[in-house]
Nanobody, 128 residues
Framework: QVHLVESGGGSVQAGGSLRLSCAASGYTISHWCMGWFRQAPGKEREGVAFINFDGTINYPDSVKGRFTASKDNAKNTLTLQMNSLKPEDTARYYC??????????????????????WGQGTQVTVSS
């Protein structure tokens, strides 16, 4: 069973940086898609970074150039480095995984209902 645990959230002023981590257990991340979603109060969950099994990464325009996702296959961990943070980045951030055989490690579309494995989330608050 896949188990994901996020850490590293907190409060920061606009322009600052935070680094989130996700520890995975129950499967080997090098074979599968992993990513990050976020959800602000009253808004739908938004995908912010997705890493395919081959290491290629996709970002939405809202975070491109500011957020960097990476994975450490040896440690089975996923990281999200967030720079130049804005108040609109305030949200709860979730680590997700897709380990379905049929997707073969390629990330599904960045819709929350495409992902079955979620961490409990970690809060990020950016003040102006």
């Amino acid at each position: 069973q896949v188990h994901l645990v996020e850490s590293g959230g907190g409060s920061v002023q606009a322009g600052g940086s935070l680094r989130l981590s996700c520890a995975a257990s129950g499967y080997t991340i090098s074979h599968w898609c992993m990513g990050w979603f976020r959800q602000a109060p009253g808004k739908e969950r938004e995908g912010v970074a997705f890493i395919n099994f081959d290491g290629t990464i996709n970002y939405p325009d809202s975070v491109k150039g500011r957020f960097t996702a990476s994975k450490d296959n040896a440690k089975n961990t996923l990281t999200l480095q967030m720079n130049s943070l804005k108040p609109e980045d305030t949200a709860r951030y979730y680590c997700v995984a897709d380990a379905r055989v049929e997707t073969q490690g390629r990330c599904p579309p960045p819709k929350w209902y495409e992902y079955n494995d979620w961490g409990q989330g970690t809060q990020v608050t950016v003040s102006s």
